[in-house]
């Protein structure tokens, strides 16, 4: 899976990334399915 992230940034242009995968309701999961958020730019705020 993380070939295919890595690929799906390439593909975007994006050489500096993170990737994030909320689980459970505490961590903001609203939609009870595993996806992936690719983000690129500046943090922003507190990472927790």
Do not use: C, K
């Not at 940034?9 to 990334?17: H, K, R, S, V």
């Amino acid at each position: 899976m993380l070939d295919f992230i890595a690929e799906v940034a390439q593909a975007e242009g994006l050489d500096d990334y993170r990737v994030v995968v909320n689980v459970g309701p505490g961590a903001g999961q609203t939609v009870f399915h595993l996806h992936w958020h690719i983000l690129s730019g500046a943090l922003t705020g507190r990472m927790a």
